[in-house]
């Protein structure tokens, strides 16, 4: 039904910001919830942040403060901005879209934090 492809992983240091991309195949965010989730090695998937289709907008306590997530319609792009990165932010980040009956995941885009 949907594709999700993430994009603008990168090596940074830490404080450094990085914005990802999630692209979505087609308009889709006034029915589907988006969210960022990221997994490290040895790790179970965790919420990073997420936007329900009416903007409201959640973070995981390691997020808030830090991380925003928005969406440009026109594009139908999500995005996570991500500010004073730290070495525990390093993960594999993955965008998801869900409305109830489907539940899409992109391939993920790998975040490193390190000196």
């Known amino acids: 039904q949907v594709q999700l492809v993430e994009s603008g992983g990168d090596l940074v240091q830490p404080g450094g910001s990085l914005r990802l991309s999630c692209a979505a195949s087609?308009?889709?965010?006034?029915?589907?919830?988006m969210g960022w989730y990221r997994q490290a090695p040895g790790k179970q998937r965790e919420l990073v942040a997420t936007?329900?289709?009416?903007?409201?907008?959640n973070y995981a306590d390691s997020a808030k403060g830090r991380f925003t997530i928005s969406r440009d319609n026109a594009k139908n792009t999500v995005y996570l901005q991500m500010n004073s990165l730290k070495a525990e932010d390093t993960a594999v980040y993955y965008c998801n879209a869900a409305n109830g009956r489907w539940n899409v995941w992109g391939q993920g885009t790998q975040v490193t934090v390190s000196s």
């Open positions: 936007i329900t289709s009416s903007g409201t907008t």
């Open positions: 087609r308009s889709i965010f006034s029915i589907y919830a």
